[in-house]
C-alpha cells in the first residue's frame, strides 16, 4: 500500500504541474496575445477542460494521506485537505474561462493572479509538507513554472513547430523566456536557504544532496535545462533545434518533480511499512497518463463541436 501511495502522490504532483502550467501558458499568451499561442490552443484548452480529472485523482491521495503526510492525524490535516479541494476546483473554473473561444485580456489577467497564488499554496502542501521542519519558500512557484516549462515543450512536441515564421519565433521566444526562469526558480530558493542559514530548510536541500537524488538533479534535471536555454539562446531555430529545446525542458521538468517529491518518502508515515517501488511508479503514471490523454482528447472534440 505504501508503494501505491507514494507512486500516486508522484502522478499526482506530475499532473497537477502540467495542468497547471497549461493554464498559465494559455492565461499568459491571451494577455499578452503573442501569435506563438495560437497554434497551441487545441491542446490547452483541451487540458483546461480536463481540469477536473485532478479532482478525481485527488480522491485516492485522501485516502491514502495518512501514509503520505505527518499531519494527517493532527488538527490541522482538515485544512490542508480543504485547501487543496478549493484550488482544484479553482483551477476547475479557470480552465473552463480560459477555454471559452474568445476569452478576453482582461479575463486572462483576472485569472493568472489567482492561479499563481493557488499554485504556489497547493504545490507546497502536496509536495513539500511532508518534512515538519519545513516553512515554505519559493519552491511552489518553481513548480508552476517548471510545469509551464513542461507543457509548452510539451504542446509544441505534440502540435508540431509553427510553419508560420511570426509564430515560430514567438515560440522560439517564448520557450527562451520560460526556461530563464525555470533556472532562475532552480537557484534563487538554494541561495535564499543558504544565505538566511534556515535548518529545516537546509535539511531538506541534504537530502537532496546525496547518492542518487544528486545524480538527479545535477546529472539530469540541471543539465537538461541549461542545455535547453544554450540551445535556444541562438534565433532562428530549425525545427530539429526547437523539438531539442522542448524535449529537453520537458526532461527537466520530470526530473525536478521526481527530485522534490521522493526524497521525503523515509519521513511519511508509510516509510514504517513500506517503501517506493519503481514498478507501481510506472504502472501508476502510465494508468494517469492514458486517463489524462483520454480526457483531454474528449474535452478537445466537445470543444470543437460546433454550437
Request: net charge positive.
Amino acid at each position: 500500500m505504501t508503494a501505491l501511495a507514494e507512486a500516486w502522490l508522484l502522478a499526482f504532483v506530475l499532473a497537477a504541474t502540467f495542468g497547471a502550467g497549461a493554464l498559465a501558458v494559455r492565461a499568459i499568451g491571451i494577455l499578452l496575445q503573442e501569435r506563438w499561442s495560437e497554434p497551441l490552443s487545441p491542446l490547452l484548452v483541451g487540458i483546461g477542460r480536463a481540469m477536473p480529472v485532478l479532482l478525481l485523482m485527488a480522491v485516492p491521495l485522501v485516502l491514502l494521506a495518512g501514509r503520505l503526510y505527518p499531519w494527517a492525524g493532527g488538527p490541522g490535516a482538515f485544512r490542508f485537505l480543504a485547501a487543496g479541494g478549493v484550488i482544484l476546483v479553482l483551477w476547475c473554473v479557470l480552465g473552463r474561462l480560459l477555454a471559452r473561444p474568445e476569452p478576453s485580456r482582461r479575463l486572462a489577467g483576472l485569472a493568472l493572479l489567482p492561479l499563481v497564488l493557488s499554485a504556489a499554496i497547493g504545490f507546497e502542501d502536496w509536495a513539500l509538507s511532508r518534512d515538519e521542519g519545513w516553512t515554505g519558500s519559493l519552491n511552489g512557484l518553481s513548480m508552476l513554472v517548471g510545469g509551464a516549462v513542461g507543457m509548452l515543450g510539451l504542446a509544441v512536441l505534440a502540435q508540431g513547430c509553427p510553419t508560420d515564421r511570426e509564430a515560430r519565433t514567438g515560440v522560439e521566444r517564448a520557450l527562451l523566456t520560460f526556461g530563464i526562469a525555470a533556472l532562475w526558480f532552480v537557484f534563487v530558493p538554494f541561495v535564499t536557504v543558504w544565505a538566511a542559514d534556515l535548518p529545516g530548510e537546509a535539511a531538506w536541500y541534504l537530502r537532496r544532496g546525496e547518492g542518487i537524488w544528486a545524480v538527479v538533479k545535477m546529472g539530469i534535471a540541471l543539465p537538461a535545462l541549461a542545455g535547453a536555454v544554450a540551445l535556444g539562446v541562438v534565433p532562428q531555430w530549425a525545427p530539429w533545434r526547437m523539438r531539442a529545446v522542448c524535449a529537453l525542458m520537458v526532461l527537466h521538468h520530470v526530473a525536478l518533480v521526481l527530485w522534490t517529491v521522493r526524497p521525503d518518502a523515509p519521513l511519511a508515515p508509510g516509510a514504517a511499512s513500506g517503501a517506493p517501488s519503481v514498478l507501481a511508479d510506472a504502472i501508476v503514471i502510465a494508468a494517469i497518463l492514458l486517463l489524462a490523454l483520454a480526457a483531454v482528447r474528449w474535452a478537445g472534440r466537445r470543444s470543437a463541436e460546433p454550437v
